[in-house]
Each structure stands twice: as C-alpha cells, then as structure tokens.
C-alpha cells in the first residue's frame, strides 16, 4: 500500500444510531450522578498513592543497606511504583482526562518523563497515531518492530516468525529498556509523521525538557546509586535492568492483548487513505477487554484492560471505565454490533501468542471465528 497523504474513515460518527444513543447514555451517568467526567476521591487517591510509592521506594533504595540480591528486590519494587505512575496518573493526564484544566494535566502528564519516558514522543506516537487509527498499517505506530514481529496478515512473513510466539514473551521483556535508552531518541530523529500529523519541525522547549527529563532518569536510577551505594556496580546495573524486564512484560501483558488477536481485524486504506468504517465501528473491530470482573485489573492497570471505552472516550478518566464499559456492552448488544472480551488476563495474553503463531506460520485469509476458546463474541450484522 502507498502511504496516503491522509487517512480517513469514510462513515460519519454523528450518523450511527448507536453512537447518538451511547452518547446520551453516557451523559446521562454523569449528569444523574452529578459527578464529574475527570479525576474524583478515588483518583486522587491512587495518585497520592502513586508519588508516595515512587519517592518511598527510592529513598529505600537509597538508604537501606542490602545484599546485592536484595538491591535487585528493591528496584523492581521501585520500577512497579513507576508503572502505577505512568499507567495510572500520566496516561490519563496525557489523554486530556485527569482534569478539566488543560495546564493540570499537561503537568501531570510530565510523570512519564520522570520514569523514563518522553511525554511528548508519546503524544505523538500514542495520542496521534495509534489512538486514531488503530491497526491501520502506514498509521498505527504500534504495528511497527522493525520486522522483529509479524503483528498483521499485511505485513510480510519471513522465516523466523515462524518461531515469534515462542521468543515474543523474551523481547516484550526488552520493551521498557529499549524505550528509555534508545526508542524516543530514534523515533525523534527518524520520523516526521504520525498518524495524520506531519512534524516538520519538533518545539525547542520539548527537545530540551525531552533531554533534560532523560539526564535526570539516568541520573537518578543509575548514577547516584553508583555514586553512593556501597555495592558491586554489577548488581545496580543488573538490578536496573531486571527492573526493566518485569516492567517490559507486565505492558505487554497490559497492551498486546487488546489489539493483536486473532479475533481483531487488520483494515487497509485504499490508494487515498479511505478506510471503509466510521470509528465507532473501527474500535469494535479492532479492540477487545478482558478480565472485565476483575476490578483489581482495572485498578492496578489504569483501566487499560477495558480498553474499547478507552478509545471511545479517552478524555473520561478511566476509574469511570468498569461502569462506562457496562453501558457500551448493554448497548451494542441492543444494536446488534460486536462487543469482544476475553475472561481473563492469562487468555488474553495466550490469544495473543496464538495469533502470533498463526501469523508466523501461514499467509492467505486469517479470518477465524475463535468463539470456542474463551472469548466471548456476539456476531450479527451492525447497525451503524
């Protein structure tokens, strides 16, 4: 496929009955509650929780005196009190979600450079490309790994993927640690579109705050501790990055399952970026829950396991989510239209590996009806 100019979904949003009507329904939660769209009690607390647990985990850190078994301990520790802040405070907050004040939440959206990560490089590769269009090859910024991976029937299959579900799991580890030490470095210098947004030019003041925030993560998580730890420099390095390997996969765990599975559609644009769904629909086809009864998943996970309200309403705050998602799920059923879950975080994450293996292994039509394998799936034609 020709890269388009632009990508467009052909159907209008404002023309499907059943957006209208989820839309009312959904201002109808808010405004009968009398409660707001952004952060409540409940999201102040976990961020609270979130700061406490970050600067109480590092000052142990810091200060305790252990063995250098013990110090790999705590930096894991420390490196889950970063997940619960980018996860649950800076995505939401980059997302325009944490609070009705456009300047609260682009503070807050500044947790993900303290971790690590690049708030801006991940508006631009998150909010602009893979949110809009997901799925959608030559877009969605998630599809691309270098060709480590098959991750749609579109891309080209080549000898080793044969073998991709197998060593997935190890380089989903990797993720994290590629992530602050080289992959916003090399999506900053190599691209100049996301999604629909071309960049021609990237702001002086986010190239600085970009540098500056990765100095302070390196400095903070790695040079200090070798400064002032009295350990073997090994064991801070190699607590680091055994950090980095329960973080890498516990996203994984998180993101894979959502988009890449064998019951999620893979859409072409055609040679003018037209895209044949509106994106109501789109999100129907291309993302999926699970562990929707769990509530401690959408707690720990920033509510990322219910992940179609996520891309139908992502300036709602996600502790709203398990309610949200209620609502959407009653009323697609109503219209007819597709909702997918799987029951648990272990099957979704298998499913993935499954489409992994399928796409590795053969080429031709990938379309399957997977109903007997733990997803739920309600078929019927939509009525959009």
Request: glycine residues 6%; proline residues 3%; aromatic residues 16%.
């Given at each position: 496929?020709?890269?388009?100019?632009?990508f467009?979904?052909?159907?209008?949003?404002?023309?499907?009955?059943?957006?209208q009507?989820l839309?009312q329904?959904?201002?109808?939660?808010?405004?009968?509650?009398?409660i707001?769209?952004?952060?409540?009690?409940?999201?102040?607390?976990?961020?609270?929780?979130?700061?406490?647990?970050?600067?109480?985990?590092?000052?142990?850190?810091m200060?305790?005196?252990?063995s250098?078994?013990?110090?790999?301990?705590?930096?894991?520790?420390?490196?889950?009190?970063?997940?619960?802040?980018?996860?649950?405070?800076?995505h939401?907050?980059?997302?325009?979600?944490?609070?009705?004040?456009?300047?609260f939440?682009?503070?807050?959206?500044?947790?993900?450079?303290l971790?690590?990560?690049?708030?801006?490089?991940?508006?631009?590769?998150?909010n602009?490309?893979?949110?809009?269009?997901?799925?959608?090859?030559?877009?969605?910024?998630?599809?691309?790994?270098?060709?480590?991976?098959r991750?749609?029937?579109?891309?080209?299959r080549?000898?080793?993927?044969?073998?991709?579900?197998?060593?997935a799991?190890?380089?989903?580890?990797?993720?994290?640690?590629?992530?602050?030490?080289?992959?916003d470095?090399?999506?900053?210098?190599?691209?100049?579109?996301?999604?629909?947004?071309?960049?021609?030019?990237?702001?002086?003041s986010?190239?600085?705050?970009?540098?500056?925030?990765?100095a302070?993560?390196?400095?903070?998580?790695?040079?200090?501790?070798l400064?002032?730890?009295?350990?073997?420099?090994?064991?801070?390095?190699?607590?680091?990055?055994?950090?980095?390997?329960?973080?890498g996969?516990?996203?994984?765990?998180?993101?894979?399952?959502?988009?890449f599975?064998?019951?999620?559609?893979?859409?072409?644009?055609d040679?003018?970026?037209h895209?044949?769904?509106d994106y109501?629909?789109?999100?129907?086809?291309?993302t999926?829950?699970?562990?929707?009864?769990?509530?401690f998943a959408?707690?720990?996970?920033?509510?990322?396991?219910l992940?179609?309200?996520?891309?139908?309403?992502?300036?709602?705050c996600?502790?709203?989510?398990?309610?949200l998602?209620?609502?959407?799920?009653?009323?697609a059923?109503?219209?007819?239209?597709?909702?997918?879950?799987?029951?648990?975080?272990?099957?979704?994450?298998?499913?993935?590996?499954?489409?992994?293996?399928?796409?590795?292994?053969?080429?031709?039509?990938?379309?399957?009806n997977?109903?007997?394998?733990?997803t739920?799936?309600?078929?019927?034609?939509p009525?959009?």
């Open positions: 496929m020709t890269v388009a100019q632009q467009r979904f052909q159907g209008k949003i404002s023309s499907s009955g059943f957006s009507t839309s329904r959904v201002n109808e939660y808010f405004q009968n509650r009398q707001t769209r952004h952060a409540n009690r409940e999201m102040i607390f976990k961020t609270t929780l979130g700061f406490a647990l970050w600067l109480s985990t590092y000052f142990w850190l200060t305790g005196s252990f250098s078994l013990e110090l790999v301990g705590i930096y894991v520790l420390h490196g889950f009190a970063q997940l619960h802040m980018g996860l649950n405070i800076a939401d907050a980059n997302h325009g979600a944490y609070s009705k004040r456009k300047q939440n682009k503070a807050l959206g500044y947790v993900f450079d971790v690590g990560l690049s708030s801006y490089m991940w508006r631009l590769m998150h602009d490309a893979h949110h809009v269009f997901v799925n959608v090859r030559g877009a969605d910024t998630a599809l691309i790994s270098g060709s480590i991976f991750f749609t029937p579109h891309d080209e080549r000898p080793f993927h044969r073998y991709q579900h197998l060593y799991s190890f380089f989903y580890c990797l993720s994290t640690l590629d992530w602050v030490l080289t992959k470095y090399r999506w900053l210098f190599s691209q100049k579109r996301f999604g629909n947004r071309k960049v021609v030019k990237h702001p002086l986010e190239l600085v705050l970009l540098f500056a925030a990765k302070f993560y390196y400095t903070y998580m790695l040079v200090l501790p400064l002032y730890l009295r350990v073997k420099w090994y064991s801070i390095i190699l607590g680091f990055i055994v950090m980095h390997l329960f973080l996969f516990t996203l994984a765990l998180t993101f894979q399952p959502n988009h599975t064998e019951d999620s559609s893979f859409p072409e644009a040679a003018e970026g895209l044949s769904n109501i629909q789109h999100i129907f086809e291309t999926a829950d699970y562990a929707r009864s769990n509530p959408a707690w720990a996970l920033g509510g990322l396991n992940h179609v309200v996520h891309h139908m309403f992502p300036g709602i996600h502790v709203h989510y398990p309610a998602t209620r609502i959407i799920k009653s009323t059923e109503e219209y007819e239209l597709t909702y997918r879950e799987n029951r648990t975080i272990t099957g979704a994450f298998l499913a993935h590996l499954r489409w992994m293996k399928i796409l590795g292994s053969r080429d031709g039509d990938l379309a399957f997977r109903s007997d394998r733990g739920i799936i309600e078929k019927a034609e009525h959009m």
